[in-house]
């Protein structure tokens, strides 16, 4: 019953979301995962095994889903590759994260092969965002700083987030100061790659 409520959720997302092995054998997708690979945007099934459409960026791959699944690397960022468009316009972002169990889910996670991945695509214009009460307990942001950073990360420039906040430029700046200070980054798409790591992460803690 849970595996079936889990399924549905990540059925109605409109982000692929695929668990991928060390190899690159594709374990389980969602419906948008199985849309997206079809549609060959970047992204595509051989022999089981998940591939990018351009060669020159299936070795990023590759090298990314080894160093992600390895067990022994417990606190590892989640890698970023970007896969461009044959017209060159509108690039997809692939964010890819371990999965490693918690001592809760560790006795249903045995279940499953070691050093999985899990492989979010993430189209620009359609960002997947976390809550934003999770952004404030992983980073320790204030209230403020949490809106600042969730606005950067949907695409807004500092002069649209102050002229919203009906605050000054200099206020928002100072604000965005401390943002990247409590979440180790230092420019507004580091930033923004950053939180959007944290909704697949958030949706998989569901199952």
Request: proline share 6%; no cysteine; aromatic share 2%.
């Amino acid at each position: 019953m849970r595996e079936r409520l889990a399924q549905t959720v990540l059925d109605h997302l409109i982000h692929p979301l695929l668990v991928v092995s060390a190899d690159g054998t594709v374990l389980h997708s969602n419906f948008a995962g199985y849309q997206f690979i079809a549609g060959r945007h970047g992204l595509q099934v051989k022999d089981g095994k998940l591939k990018t459409t351009r060669r020159d960026e299936d070795g990023n791959l590759g090298e990314l889903l080894i160093a992600l699944s390895d067990p022994a690397v417990r606190h590892a960022r989640p890698g970023v590759l970007t896969l461009q468009s044959r017209q060159g316009r509108n690039p997809k972002v692939v964010l890819l994260m371990p999965m490693r169990p918690t001592p809760s889910t560790a006795a249903k996670a045995a279940k499953l092969p070691e050093g999985l991945v899990l492989v979010a695509v993430i189209d620009p214009p359609h960002r997947l965002l976390p809550d934003d009460h999770l952004v404030r307990s992983v980073y320790g942001l204030s209230v403020a700083e949490s809106r600042i950073a969730l606005k950067i990360a949907a695409g807004k420039s500092l002069s649209q987030i102050a002229l919203e906040s009906r605050t000054s430029l200099h206020t928002v700046r100072s604000q965005l100061k401390a943002v990247f200070a409590k979440t180790g980054t230092s420019r507004q798409a580091q930033l923004a790659l950053t939180l959007s790591a944290l909704a697949p992460a958030m949706i998989m803690a569901v199952t």
